[in-house]
């Protein structure tokens, strides 16, 4: 079974860091591009963050450019994102999505976790 | 960026009826365009991709139109799973970029 699982959500203070991961399993997690989109309760969908299957590439919404930063470790079949400089608007579920081709763009997202909660709040 | 727009929001509708829901790119998006539906507390699912490819085991009363600018997501037949929200998501440039959602609920 295709499965992702995220981890690492919080509450936390402004102004300070968190990282963020997804463990995948049930698919050749080196074959495809992987994403952070997250979700404020209530709110729609934003997209964070992709990355191509080598991490050759990978790209960022305006709102976390300079904050984030989008990872993965094709051996452990995980996808990371650190987090900086955290900021209220943050707060929200954060989920991993795969893409369904190896570039982060032009493919869609086919599967999804269910999202870790990351609370900035002081 | 892309500005993904869609509408309306919300949409009132009864059991059975047709549905449309309209996307619309603030620039050429060829058909890079894909939908997934999210009901509460649950993450969402793909329902379309490229414009108007059905995902494996979306039932066949969806369906999607469209390219460059202009898209469309149809319900032939309302069913009560179908209540939910529905967003249309750009992959065509970087930041990829999803419109603001379609709440569709019981008339």
């Known amino acids: 079974e295709v499965q992702l699982v995220e981890s690492g959500g919080a509450l936390v203070q402004p102004g300070t860091s968190l990282r963020l991961s997804c463990a995948a399993s049930?698919?050749?997690?080196?074959?495809?591009?992987m994403h952070w989109v997250r979700q404020v309760p209530g709110k729609g969908l934003e997209w964070v963050s992709g990355?191509?299957?080598?991490?050759?590439?990978?790209g960022y919404g305006d709102s976390v450019k300079g904050r984030f930063t989008i990872s993965r470790d094709n051996a452990k079949k995980s996808l990371f994102l650190q987090m900086n400089s955290l900021r209220p608007e943050d707060t929200a579920l954060y989920y991993c999505?795969?893409?369904?081709?190896?570039?982060?763009?032009?493919?869609?997202?086919?599967?999804w976790g269910k999202g870790t909660t990351v609370t900035v709040s002081s | 960026d892309i500005q993904m727009t869609q509408s309306p929001s919300p949409l009132s509708a009864s059991v059975g009826d047709r549905v449309t829901i309209t996307c619309r790119a603030s620039?050429?998006?060829?058909?890079?365009l894909n939908w997934y539906q999210q009901k509460p507390g649950k993450a969402p699912k793909l329902l379309i991709y490229?414009?108007?490819n059905l995902h494996t085991g979306v039932p066949s009363r969806f369906s999607g139109s469209g390219s460059g600018t202009d898209f469309t997501l149809t319900i032939s037949s309302l069913q009560p799973e179908d209540f939910a929200t529905y967003y249309c998501?750009?992959?065509?440039?970087?930041?990829?970029?999803f419109g603001g959602g379609t709440k569709v609920e019981i008339k």
């Open positions: 999505a795969k893409g369904f081709g190896e570039a982060f763009y032009y493919y869609y997202l086919d599967v």
């Open positions: 049930g698919f050749t997690f080196d074959d495809y591009a």
């Open positions: 990355i191509n299957w080598n991490s050759n590439s990978v």
């Open positions: 620039q050429s998006i060829s058909h890079y």
């Open positions: 490229t414009a108007s």
């Open positions: 998501q750009q992959t065509f440039d970087n930041p990829l970029t």
